[in-house]
Structure formats: structure tokens, C-alpha cells
């Protein structure tokens, strides 16, 4: 299974990016697909996490001010993030769990795509 993000970039305090994650490939059944974030010197966090039951997670420092949304019974996901703060700079993942068509649980990660928030 492979994932392709775009979106990312620079961005000014206080203001927005999209992110959007499509996967492809031999899948089956889809479990969930979100976006984690990893800053340089810290460790892989959660941002947003939507699962196939239409359950939603959100990390503590975005709730409020990030949303996920899916379509196509999540192959494709989006990450809306408003009122950007520099402590949201960081590479973003998209990550992707299922079942593939041999019926073996998969994993997929993206390569990452950075946003920096700076004025």
C-alpha cells in the first residue's frame, strides 16, 4: 500500500494549511488513516487519527484548531490546520492501517511533508 501526501509549506502565525493523503494499492479493508507529526530533537507525535467506525482523534495541542476529513471510505484523508503556531512546525506523516487483498494487516507510512510556521 502506498501513501502520497502534498500540501505543507510556509505559513505566517495564525494562519492555514491543508494537508491530503491518498493511499493506494492492494487494499481491502481500510482500519484508519491519520497524520502524526515529528519535530526536530522529539519524538513522532499524534496530530489526527480517523477510524473506519468514524471515531476521531485529535492530539492535545490541536484540538480546537485542526480537523480531519475523509472520502472514499478513507482512502483519501485531509488535514486542515487554522491558527498556526510556530510550535506546530514539524514534519508531518500520514499514516494508514488495514487489511490488503492477501488479507495481512498493513502499515503505510508517507515520505513526510514539512510545515513551518514562522513570520
Known amino acids: 500500500v502506498q501513501v502520497v501526501e502534498s500540501g505543507g509549506g510556509l505559513v505566517q502565525p495564525g494562519g492555514s494549511l491543508s494537508l491530503s493523503c491518498t493511499a493506494s494499492?492492494?487494499?481491502?479493508?481500510?482500519?484508519?488513516t491519520g497524520w502524526y507529526r515529528q519535530a526536530p530533537g522529539k519524538r513522532r507525535e499524534l496530530v489526527a487519527f480517523t477510524t473506519r467506525g468514524w471515531n476521531i482523534y485529535y492530539g492535545d495541542s490541536v484540538k480546537g484548531r485542526f480537523t480531519i476529513s475523509r472520502v472514499n471510505a478513507m482512502n483519501t484523508v485531509y488535514l486542515q490546520m487554522n491558527s498556526l503556531k510556530p510550535e506546530d512546525t514539524a514534519a508531518y506523516y500520514c499514516?494508514?492501517?488495514?487489511?490488503?487483498?492477501?488479507?495481512?494487516?498493513?502499515?503505510?507510512w508517507g515520505q513526510g511533508t514539512q510545515v513551518t510556521v514562522a513570520a
Open positions: 494499492g492492494s487494499i481491502l479493508y481500510s482500519i484508519g
Open positions: 499514516n494508514t492501517r488495514g487489511y490488503d487483498t492477501t488479507r495481512k494487516t498493513y502499515g503505510s
